[in-house]
């Protein structure tokens, strides 16, 4: 599986901005890339994913570089309850053996002040 | 989106016994995988759960010591079997389904082995 590298911890300010950078610069063609976050006590949860276009939903956004050799994942309005473990994974296209496994990496410890 | 409801959702077992995590889901679905995730650390794919089928193990995890069984497509359990203070760990239940990218992740199991 291809790999991601992401900075070990990130701290914000309540209702600031955050970007949480990934890097992937083995990449595949196919792959997509997933970010999940994993809440104190939780299963990890899905938040978003894209393939090469930018990406929004309600709860975060998706930039992907242009080379889809990086990404950023936005949350645009930082809550206490947004602090947990991030995680960028890449994923295999559907179909094959490899559908619907995760590799996590570390992740990234975002903690959020009031 | 799929809920899943792990039993039990925590536990502490005596080392040499062994233990069955049992994960429902709402809705069929396609695959089903078992994740561990110990301490301080990320999860980590210890199989995926074939329906009507044996499982397929990753590298390092063995069917003697953590049998899965998968009789339908809405219910899986994985047996920690012989259990030492090393097995100690959150185990989690994550299900996908097609059509569709989404993976959905169990509250996940709380094993303390004393």
């Not at chain 1, 209702?15 to 990890?44: A, F, K, M």
């Not at chain 2, 329906?51 to 920690?80: C, H, M, W």
């Amino acid at each position: 599986d291809a790999k991601t590298t992401q900075p070990n911890s990130m701290e914000s300010n309540e209702e600031e901005p955050v970007h949480l950078p990934c890097n992937h610069s083995t990449i595949s063609g196919t792959d997509y890339i997933h970010w999940y976050r994993q809440l104190p006590s939780q299963g990890p949860e899905y938040v978003i994913h894209g393939l090469t276009s930018n990406v929004n939903n309600r709860m975060a956004s998706l930039a992907i570089a242009e080379d889809r050799k990086s990404s950023t994942l936005i949350l645009h309005r930082a809550t206490l309850r947004d602090a947990a473990v991030y995680y960028c994974i890449l994923r295999a296209n559907a179909g094959g053996t490899s559908y619907g496994k995760l590799t996590f990496g570390q992740g990234t410890i975002l903690t959020v002040h009031p | 989106s799929a809920v899943i409801s792990q039993k039990p959702s925590r536990d502490i077992c005596q080392r040499g016994t062994s233990l069955t995590i049992q994960c429902q889901v709402d809705s069929q679905v396609t695959m089903m995988f078992w994740y561990r995730q110990q301490p301080g650390q990320s999860l980590t794919l210890i199989a995926t759960a074939n329906q009507g089928s044996e499982a397929t193990y990753e590298s390092g995890f063995v069917i003697d010591k953590f049998p899965i069984s998968r009789p339908n497509l809405t219910f899986s359990t994985l047996t920690v079997s012989n259990m030492s203070p090393e097995d100690s760990s959150i185990y989690l239940c994550s299900v996908a389904s097609l059509p569709g990218n989404t993976i959905y992740f169990g509250e996940g199991s709380w094993l303390t082995v004393v």
